[in-house]
């Protein structure tokens, strides 16, 4: 019963701040890599961010480089997304997600296993 819990979305200004948590349970948390990743409205699903299993490294897509920060708190199996400096194209369902055990490409969505059902971040103009 493992499950993964997006909160945090909402309607947020251009240029303004917003964190995203995900709740994870029913899984050895610190055993797996994290990762965010989103999906606008006609779009495909694309890399966000990710984070090692200890958290000591971080990936992020082009896009968000110096404005979104991912993080996490093993002792609390959680993953955070704060998103700063927000822009329109920001506007995107946002799902957390726990990267199958093994070796693989962070940014890659096949290397996930598990997903949370995401949260809306709308960012207006």
């Known amino acids: 019963q493992v499950q993964l819990v997006e909160s945090g979305g909402g309607l947020v200004q251009a240029g303004g701040s917003l964190g995203l948590s995900c709740a994870a349970s029913?899984?050895?948390?610190?055993?797996?890599?994290m990762g965010w990743f989103r999906q606008a409205p006609g779009k495909a699903r694309e890399f966000a961010a990710a984070?090692?299993?200890?958290?000591?490294?971080?990936s992020y897509a082009d896009s968000v480089k110096g404005r979104l920060t991912i993080s996490r708190d093993n002792a609390k199996n959680t993953v955070y997304l704060q998103m700063n400096s927000l822009k329109p194209e920001d506007t995107a369902v946002y799902y957390c997600?726990?990267?199958?055990?093994?070796?693989?490409?962070?940014?890659?969505?096949?290397?996930?296993?598990?997903w949370g059902q995401g949260t809306q971040v709308t960012v207006s103009s």
């Open positions: 997600a726990a990267m199958r055990p093994g070796f693989g490409t962070r940014s890659d969505q096949t290397n996930y296993e598990y």
């Open positions: 984070i090692s299993r200890s958290g000591i490294s971080t």
């Open positions: 029913g899984l050895t948390f610190s055993n797996y890599g």
